[in-house]
Nanobody
């Protein structure tokens, strides 16, 4: 599985961005997909995740502002980010977790930078 993120950029606080993550391979539809981010000097953190059954999870810091979704026909994961704040500035990474629970494998994209200025 190869993952490629896009859609990052530099924006003003209060505006929106939509990130995309396109996956190669045949496992996308059955994978748990997630968005993580890493701010300078900080640890990588989970932002949002979506299961193959479209159950979603959001961190408290983005709940109500970000929406994760997937299009299995296009093998693409999205993250709609609204009302962006300077603290959302980070490199955003796409993660795919595939395979059976006892032998799951993680695949990471290379990341896309989001910079939010006040």
């Amino acid at each position: 599985v190869q993952l490629e993120e896009s859609g990052g950029g530099s924006v003003q606080a209060g505006t929106s961005l939509r990130l995309s993550c396109t996956a190669s391979g045949r496992m996308f539809g059955s994978s748990v997909m997630g968005w993580h981010r890493q701010a300078p000097g900080e640890q990588r953190e989970l932002v949002a995740a979506i299961t193959s059954g479209d159950t979603t999870y959001y961190s408290d810091s983005v709940k109500g502002r970000f929406t994760i979704s997937r299009d299995n026909a296009k093998s693409t994961l999205y993250l709609q980010m609204n009302n962006l704040k300077p603290e959302d500035t980070a490199v955003y990474y796409c993660l795919a977790t595939t395979g059976p629970l006892a032998a799951a494998r993680d695949y990471w994209g290379k990341g896309t930078l989001v910079t939010v200025s006040s």
